[in-house]
Structures are given as structure tokens and as C-alpha cells.
């Protein structure tokens, strides 16, 4: 993308007084929601030279490209923004597990009506073999 | 869900300084991301106690029981919160389309790799027949 398109996209959308975006990741196969996360200007610009999806850590304040130090990257496959284009759903090829606890997705936590809360995932790698 | 689980399922939650918390919502049978917006405690009070699923209003500062002006309304199909407890999964049965633009999912626009934006849903309601 050049960087006149970029700036376009970029000033189309609604960052929050942070400058960030709240950035969605499904599968683009098996359709499930990995994980939510936010992005910036520049994870963006990050995210559509690389291919590779890439977010703002806001606990490291800095950028956090995703898989870098466990492998387990994100390919991009489709790039969405919302009606009122304050959100992103990135579709993407997940490498590996999206969950720091070695799980699929991070929303492995169900809550059922009477409020009990049980693991609806197993852990797939070792969070060890990680980080 | 009594007031005890509920209480230990808010607690356990992690609101950001408005005492909001992210949720997205996606079709429990056809899996597509439908929208994402925020809930704050009594919004997830309310979704357990009726089943439909009731977000918090940012711009109106008032509860959003999705679909009571539209008739489109989401049934609550399961509830799940990620690893780090901060953002909130409702898989829904979404009654006619989630978005007010009258097409089935907000998630509508897609930026393509040279940085075009495509419309990739028609509008399914004629949003004058939503509000």
C-alpha cells in the first residue's frame, strides 16, 4: 500500500484519545475468535507491509508483533473495519496457538447461566516451549 | 445466576477506568463476527437475567438493550471471557441483522492489500424500517 492510501486509511479511522483501535483476530478458516488486542497508526502501517498482523502492547508500550518471540504468528488474510470504523477484525492465518496460555484462542472461558465458569480448551503447547 | 455468582463473575472482571469492558459479538451458528461494543456491569446483569444481550450506550451514557428500538435483537447463546479476564465473547442467535446500517454484521468494509476499500455485505433492511 502506498504511502498516500496509507495515510487516507489511517485518517479514515477513529483511534481513542490513546491513538489506539481495538483490533479483533478470527481464523479465516475455521472462524473462531482468537483474541482481541489494540492497534496504532503504526502497528497498522506494521501490519499491511508485512503481512504479518502486529498490535500495540499497551502493558510494554511498544509495538507487539505477533509470534516474533513465540512463533506463533498471524498471517494476514483480510482486513475489515466496522460501519462506524472505530474497530478492526483482522481475519488471519493463525501459526500455532493465539493464547499466551498455549490455548487456540484466548476465550477459553465459558460462563453458564447459574455462573460457573469452566475451560472449554485444552492447553495445546506448553506456554514454556513458548517464551 | 444468584447475586453471589454474579458478584464473583464481575469482580473478577477487569473494567478499563470507565468501568466498561469490550464485547464482541459473533453468530453462534454461522460463526461471523457481528459487531463489538462495550458492556459495564449492569449491562452484563441485565444479558444473564433476560438472555438477550444488552451493551452500554458510550454515546447515549445509558444502557443498549440491543434491539428493543430496532426489533433486532441478539438471544445469548454463551458467554466467554479471555485469558487475561478484559474482554467479553457473546455468542449470539442474532434475530434479523446487527448492524444499523441495516446489513447483517458492522464488519462490512475490507481493505484490500493496495489499500481500496469494498463494501462486502448489501444492505439487508432498509435502515428506515430499523428506527
Given amino acids: 500500500m502506498n504511502k498516500s492510501k496509507l495515510g487516507d486509511l489511517l485518517s479514515s479511522l477513529k483511534f481513542n484519545d490513546q491513538g489506539l483501535i481495538p483490533a479483533i483476530a478470527q481464523d479465516s478458516v475455521k472462524n473462531d475468535v482468537l483474541m482481541m488486542a489494540w492497534m496504532n497508526k503504526e502497528s497498522i502501517e506494521e501490519t499491511f507491509a508485512t503481512g504479518r498482523v502486529c498490535y500495540w502492547s499497551r502493558s510494554r508500550q511498544n509495538l507487539w508483533k505477533k ?11 483480510d482486513f475489515l473495519i466496522d460501519c462506524d470504523r472505530d474497530t478492526v477484525l483482522v481475519k488471519v492465518k493463525q501459526h500455532g496457538v493465539a493464547c499466551h496460555t498455549g490455548r487456540r484462542s484466548c476465550f477459553y472461558l465459558s460462563v453458564s447461566e447459574n455462573g460457573d465458569t ?11 516451549d513458548l517464551y
Fill in 67 to 77: 509470534g516474533e518471540t513465540s512463533g506463533q504468528h498471524q498471517e494476514l488474510v
Fill in 118 to 128: 469452566t475451560e472449554t480448551m485444552s492447553v495445546e503447547i506448553d506456554p514454556k
